[in-house]
């Protein structure tokens, strides 16, 4: 019965629109077809008044300087002359009659049929027409009273251009005739809804009475036949609902690879980045392939292995020049290559300028809280404005099409998205800020700060952790940048581009990788309780990070010094396993960070170790994946303590490693993971009583209440996974590319309209001045 109801409005409702419609169509057209007589009527005059109005203009601007050339038998110079104006692109050909009706000094495209005796030769000008070789032509005659020269400057115009104004003026009555339809049948469709408004009520009625078990306010069984059917189409549309929205949890590669084929088909995907997802170094062995410690490349790996496409990264292995082809492309992964890894090289001193000196000394301080001065110099800045140049030459070379989609990743880069703007004003440019954003009074320490954000504002889309980040930017324009924002939509507009401010919190794959190669859980304890020499009572907390002074590492340190001081029972049996990778040794802050961990660890393992036992193990060296989930799977606790941190991938990977639902994250409220791991035991890392307290509390909590903790952040991991993360900016970018689309299509129909009216206001103008 409720589709016999919905076929009798749809029945009803396109009758009347049709019928409305169709009127106005058919007297639509019959106005147009009437009007076809005058348009075209109105094209020949006015294609003919154009070429007389040349014509004029071409001999007042040359009958001075012809004259002076015939009264000087000058004839080079004349010929030179009239080739020159025959250069005119609706001008076909140009000569001289003379008095004895001689053709004289005719252009090279002077029609062979064409003589002096086709030319009206009178003492004023005159235009006749004359045809040859299929062309409509008109000769403009103008006369030259010379001793011993006189005669007619002839001007040949070709009316074929006529006939491509007359289809644009038919495009222009289409277009214009389209509008018309278009209006008359939104204006039929709003008669016909208001003879359907009082169906619309009644089946809103019907639908809110079904939801609350019982039908709204109306005679009885006035909607009695369809109650059933109601509540079932309802109950069906709650599932698939439901369906739905379980769907979208559900990212993983091939969802992206969906997502992919049916949002961007033949996209061109771009990834920029400083560090590569592959490093190729000498080593004992030869060639050897290390994969960083970074979070972005934790991230954006698995994204490139599912969508495919270019990776642009520097080449910083000492054996990576000698893996890649004669375009400094590689493919990747080893074994099972999926993109290409495109390599970009930097001298020595381009790298101490660009990367540790404005990047590392400069940005990231500035952008993190953790009490280290930023420095700034102008060749540090000079150098990272050629770094960027460099980086943006290469997209438009790897670029495939005019508009690709470029993921541009980090503070490395905030000059590329305006850079390649500039180069590729089709691309869709996603920028994503993977450490935190300043508030605007700290960030205006920084010289160059207008010219950041507006390199950041050639962004199509600009992404960072949070959405305090978010805000924090938006301040930051409105302080430093002319511009307009739209606070409602998170937008910035500037010169005309509109770049949307959005937060996208970075997650990892899952399942991760390398849990797949990991051995039971058990097994995982086991090895590493014996290679730390731990007791089955122990109890091991892990650290895994680089070794970077924003990690607070030193801070975890204290912590653990501090809960064996107040817990000397757990000596002996407590052991902090800290992984930390060298990183940007050169500079005097990070070896200063480690010079004071090493002298912590020492200072802790003295006061509270003994010959065998160590509470601290310091382990500076690279870790590769497959090490840190076997850390992670035997320790009973996470040290995550970050200063200051965008989100810290560290403590999803730990939730990600139990399987098993034990183990306890303790987590800085100073890191973005904290505001979507709740379920973490979160600390104030600059707190070490408050830390030696939790650490306490993590190695006691019952297996019940970890269990119950591990469960929901695996389920928020899970659903909230890097897929996800791209898979939301990706969607964006559509959207956007879309939106654009259709800009692009009514920015086009309008500028026909504009010339189509441009025409008529010229005609106007020709007729009065007739």
Known sequence: ?????????????????????????????????????????????????????????????????????????????????????????????????????????????????????????????????????????????????????????????????????????????????????????LAAAAVAASFMRHWIVRLRRTLVGARS??????????????????????????????NMEEDRTLWDASALRRLMESELAGTDVIVVSNREPYIHNLGKNGVEIQLPASGLVSAMEPVMRACGGTWIAHGSGSADASMVDANDRLSVPPGAPSYTLRRIWMSDEEQDQYYYGLANEGLWPLCHIAFVRPTFRDADWQTYKKINERFADAVVKEAKTPAPVVLVQDYHFALLPRLIRERLPAATVVTFWHIPWPNAETFSICPWKEEIVQGLLGSSILGFHTQFHCNNFLETVDRFVESRIDREHASVTLGGHESFVRPYPISIEWPPAALARQKS?????????????????????????????????????WAADSFLTQNPEWKGRFVFYQAAAPTRSKLASYRAVQDEAHSVADAVNAKHGTVLYKPIILSVRHHEPDEVFELFRAADMCFVSSLHDGMNLVAKEFVAARDDEQGVLVLSSFAGASRELSEALIVNPYDADGMSATIERALTMPAAEQRERMHLMREFVRARNVYRWAGQMLLDASRLRKKQRILDLTEQSQARVRRGLSVVRYAKTVFRGK
Not at 76 to 93: P, S, T, Y
């Open 1 to 185: 019965m409720l589709k016999k109801l919905q076929h009798a409005w749809a029945s009803r409702g396109i009758r009347t629109i049709a019928g409305y419609g169709a009127t106005a169509i058919i007297f639509t057209i019959l106005v147009i077809l009437a009007a076809s007589p005058f348009a075209t009527s109105f094209m020949q005059q006015w294609s003919r008044a154009d070429v007389e109005l040349r014509s004029k203009l071409i001999f007042n601007l040359t009958h001075d300087n012809l004259e002076n050339l015939l009264a000087e038998n000058r004839t080079g110079d004349i010929a030179a002359l009239f080739e020159r104006v025959a250069q005119d692109e609706k001008v076909l050909a140009v000569g001289f009659c003379d008095e004895n009706g001689a053709l004289r000094f005719p252009t090279k495209l002077m029609p062979a049929t064409f003589s002096c005796e086709k030319v009206a030769r009178t003492e004023t000008e005159s235009f006749s027409s004359f045809r040859a070789d299929g062309h409509d032509l008109i000769i403009g005659a103008f006369p030259i009273s010379l001793p011993g020269a006189s005669g007619h400057l002839v001007i040949l115009h070709d009316l074929s251009f006529a006939k491509q104004r007359g289809s644009e003026i038919r495009q222009y009555f289409s277009a214009i005739l389209a509008v018309i339809v278009l209006a008359t049948v």
């Open 213 to 242: 078990g019982r039908f709204a306010d109306g005679p009885r069984g006035e909607h009695g036949p369809f109650e059933g059917e109601v509540r079932q189409l309802i109950r069906q549309l709650d599932v698939n609902r439901r």
């Open 521 to 557: 859980v058990s097994e995982c304890r086991s090895a590493v309780y014996s290679r730390l020499g731990l007791t089955a009572d122990g109890r091991l907390a892990v650290g895994i990070e680089r070794f970077d002074y924003t990690k607070g590492i030193v801070d975890r340190m």
